[in-house]
């Protein structure tokens, strides 16, 4: 039986879910133990070190760990006001993941509909791929309350009296997703046709990625055939097997149509740094892709 790992920053989301999984009560009709193996729970939390009045963050969520009678992990990283939201994230991730692995364990985070809104709206606004449509769907952290609203956690909230820190930086439209949440936010409708839509994209890019799969494990890396599939089809075969063979990192779509541009063109025993630790040689026939 798993352990879970829940991330609790301290904020309304996280509090109603940790409260939620505590009292096994139900959220907007959402049970979010529902799709979850009943088991043990760790807290944890991560202090990025922006804000000047986080560590009371990290003392309220260790005082709610405590009171419950949960085992909570944390740690404090000093990334400056200044850091983007992609290396809070990022460093956010790589310390839950292993918080995780200490106590094979798996994630739950606390994202709601209203986030599977606002990180499709990012993801357009930067410009995506397809892919950029199928969000929050990382194996292995699981994310109960993708249907439940902002609302009805609030309402959660307000009939349980569930407390929580509000993070100063929230309101802050400097950050691309603070200014869109804003835009959003009497935009119900369209948060949940970004919703459905997802749901979509999620089971296409599956199947996708299993085609993908068993046809890149039955052919080889014919610089002919990756020359004449058409860009799109060949761009998606070359993310499969750069994360197959190239330690995992699937490439941008940019660095993607850089190899395949190389496949067309460059000369035999050519080798190329395609990016982030990526590979590729090239014989007169043949493409090999490994890890740097």
């Known amino acids: 039986m798993p352990n879970y790992v829940v991330a609790v920053s301290g ?16 959220i907007g009709g959402i049970d979010p133990w529902k799709q979850l193996a009943k088991a043990d729970l760790i807290i944890a939390h991560f202090d990025h070190g922006i804000r000047q009045d986080s560590r009371q963050d990290a003392r309220f969520v260790a005082s709610v760990a405590e009171r419950m009678g949960i085992l909570f992990e944390s740690a404090r990283e000093e990334l400056g006001q200044g850091a983007s939201e ?21 994630l739950i985070t606390a994202h709601h509909e209203g986030d599977v809104g606002e990180t499709i709206a990012i993801n357009l606004t930067r410009g995506t791929g397809w892919r950029g449509v199928a969000v929050l769907d990382t194996p292995g952290v699981n994310r109960p309350l993708l249907c439940v609203t902002k609302q009805e956690i609030r309402e959660y909230a307000d009939a349980h009296s ?13 950050y691309l997703r603070n200014a869109l949440r804003q835009k959003m936010a009497e935009s119900d409708d369209v948060i949940r046709q970004l919703a459905a839509l997802r749901s979509r994209q999620i089971e296409i890019k599956r199947h996708v990625d299993s ?15 990756f020359g004449h599939c058409g860009d799109a089809v060949a761009v998606e075969l070359l993310r499969a097997i750069c994360m197959r063979d190239g330690g995992g990192n699937s490439l941008t779509i940019p660095q993607r149509l850089r190899v395949l541009h190389a496949i067309k063109v460059a000369k035999p025993g050519t080798v190329i740094e395609a990016g982030d630790g990526v590979l590729v040689r090239f014989t007169r026939a043949e493409f090999v892709v490994a890890k740097a």
Not at 91 to 104: C, D, E, I, P
């Open 86 to 106: 992609e290396l809070a994230r990022d460093r956010r991730y790589v310390f839950l993941r292993s918080v995780a692995q200490k106590h094979n364990a798996q």
């Open 211 to 225: 085609e993908t799969e068993r046809f890149i494990s039955t052919v080889s890396h014919s610089r002919y055939f």
């Open 162 to 174: 569930i407390l929580w820190h509000e993070d100063s930086t929230n309101t802050d439209t400097r």
């Open 11 to 26: 904020g309304i989301d996280s509090m109603v879910l940790l409260d939620a999984l505590q009292t096994n009560r139900t």
